[in-house]
Nanobody, 123 residues
């Protein structure tokens, strides 16, 4: 699966951004899509995931009720809508894909990765 992430930028605290992850390749609609982020000096962490087949989602506690992940079948794209952004959300965000039905929070479970997109939230 080939993934192309976009949509990062600079935003003030309390603002919103929407990240996109366009997918192509073999059978990606049977995959699980994940969003991860990595801040400077920190390990990469799970943010949110969605099972493409039925839209089932799972979120990290740190973003629950602020971030929403959805997929658009017509555009073969997964979106991460980020609201009420905080400076702690500043990181490089990555989308990733894994085969199977379980939404894993472990980055090693994901086989394919898009390039990162920088999100910077100013205070």
């Amino acid at each position: 699966v080939q993934l192309q992430a976009s949509g990062g930028g600079l935003v003030q605290a309390g603002g919103s951004l929407r990240l996109s992850c366009a997918a192509s390749g073999r059978a990606f609609r049977s995959y699980v899509m994940g969003w991860f982020r990595q801040a400077p000096g920190k390990e990469r962490e799970f943010v949110a995931g969605i099972r493409w087949s039925d839209g089932n989602t799972y979120y990290a506690d740190s973003v629950k009720d602020r971030f929403t992940v959805v997929r658009d079948n017509a555009k073969n794209t997964v979106y991460l809508q980020m609201n009420s952004l905080k400076p702690d959300d500043t990181a490089v965000y990555y989308c990733a894909a894994k085969a199977g039905v379980s939404i894993s929070i472990t980055d090693r479970a994901y086989d394919d990765w898009g390039q990162g997109t920088q999100v910077t939230v100013s205070s």
